[in-house]
């Protein structure tokens, strides 16, 4: 991916791995929880006065050195590089995310995800999505259902096309029930090929990343999300000890922000932060 050398173990070390990487299903499964747990999905380069670029020694220097996060192209894009000099086979994939607002599919290369192939078998791995981001890869071997927590994946196959779909575990089986997350193919890509999608989720009124300052992460039993002035904390549910699904907000004023970012995220930003947090306005084409 990059004549430029990595630091394994300081990466490694980063996520909070330790022990052997050798090339495996429980070690893929591992550092992909790892990554999730302790590299927050984040766009705050965008509204602290910086620009996101898809170099990966830059990448490396923002995540691994200073400890920040980041996007899809971000996250992911570094994290086929982890997994490449690990061993693994990883093919870069495009992904069209699904519109909350027009219901309708966002433009090819609106999403990196990663395939891993691993003794014949194919995984999809995504460290680059936040909510409703699955925690360890799931399968593309088949379309049943693959239950992670209190929620349930499945990915359907429509002849080239595959789609990423869930639901809440109590709704498991009912019709009518399945949300779609993302859409993709299995052809190959490259880092450079999402250079002008990473360049329009910067700056469109139809990105959420540009209407929205946020960042969130995957906590042990849940998970912890910052977006504009407010500080959200999800708890999941626990089979077995009744405990449901509970979720509390917290306003935040200016001031508590950057404190709150150090705190609970570990990001110490170099320049202001803007909080914001504007309604998106539906795109002009849909896909």
Known sequence: MTSVDMDVQKYLSRIGFAGPAEPGLDVLRSVHTCHLMSVPFENLTVHSGGRVQLDPALLYDKIVNRRRGGFCYENNGLFSWLLSTLGFQVTVISGQVRNSITRRYGPPFD?????????????????????????????????????????????????D?????????????????????????????????????????????????????????????????????????????????????????RELKDEEIPGI?????????????????????????TY
């Open 161 to 249: 096309m595959h789609f990423l779909e869930w639901q809440q575990e109590e709704n498991r089986g009912a019709a009518g029930d399945w949300t779609e997350i993302y859409k993709f193919t299995l052809e190959p890509r490259c880092l450079e090929d999402f250079t002008e999608m990473c360049k329009y989720h910067q700056s469109s009124p139809s990105s959420i990343f540009f209407c929205k300052s946020l960042c969130t992460v995957l906590k042990p039993g849940g998970r912890l999300s910052y977006i504009g002035h407010r500080l959200t904390t999800t708890t999941f549910p626990n089979e077995g000890t009744g405990r449901v699904l509970e979720i509390t907000t």
């Open 261 to 285: 970012l150090a705190e609970k995220f570990g990001i110490v930003l170099t320049s202001p932060l803007i909080p914001k947090d504007e309604v998106i306005t539906p795109p002009p084409v």
């Open 111 to 159: 999403h990196l995800i990663l395939m891993v192939t691993l003794e014949g078998r194919r995984w999809l791995a995504d460290v680059g999505f936040g909510v409703p981001g699955f925690s360890t890869p799931l399968s593309l071997e088949t379309e049943g259902l693959q239950e992670q927590g209190h929620r349930v994946y499945r990915i359907r196959k429509e002849r």
